[in-house]
């Protein structure tokens, strides 16, 4: 299955959540592992060291499964798709509080919502003779 919709995003998306947490970097030098206010990436998006490390792992899971298989890609796309739409809801209630580790902010929340749209669509949707599990 080469041509597969969830191989594919999850390749694409894996590759850019890589990149983003190595950008990030560039703007935390100066900000606290979990500090509640971090550097701004590309100006807008708001990250602290621990929300780095955090893209770097969604990345390379999604960047993994993308290459790995049909299966793979669909189950990791739909698991992450999730995530994003927990956290893109949660993310609004605790932007300024102290439960805040990842130094989230508007832009990101909007950004998290998008992606799990997009993951959790084509997750859904896509590759239907694809089985989500192994059968015994």
Request: charge should be neutral; proline fraction near 1%.
């Amino acid at each position: 299955m080469r041509t597969s919709p969830n191989r594919l995003i999850a390749t694409v998306f894996g590759s850019v959540y890589v990149l983003v947490g190595l950008l990030g970097f560039a703007v935390t030098g100066s900000v606290g592992f979990i500090a509640t206010e971090g550097g701004l990436l590309l100006g807008i998006f708001e990250v602290n060291p621990l929300h780095n490390v955090a893209h770097l792992l969604i990345g390379a899971a999604l960047l993994i499964a993308g290459l790995s298989n049909a299966m793979a890609a669909k189950a990791t796309n739909t698991t992450i798709g999730s995530v994003y739409l927990l956290l893109g809801i949660v993310g609004f209630f605790i932007a300024s509080t102290s439960l805040n580790i990842l130094a989230l902010n508007t832009a990101d929340h909007f950004l998290h919502l998008a992606s799990a749209i997009v993951l959790l669509g084509v997750g859904l949707t896509a590759d239907k003779t694809v089985r989500n599990h192994a059968t015994v």
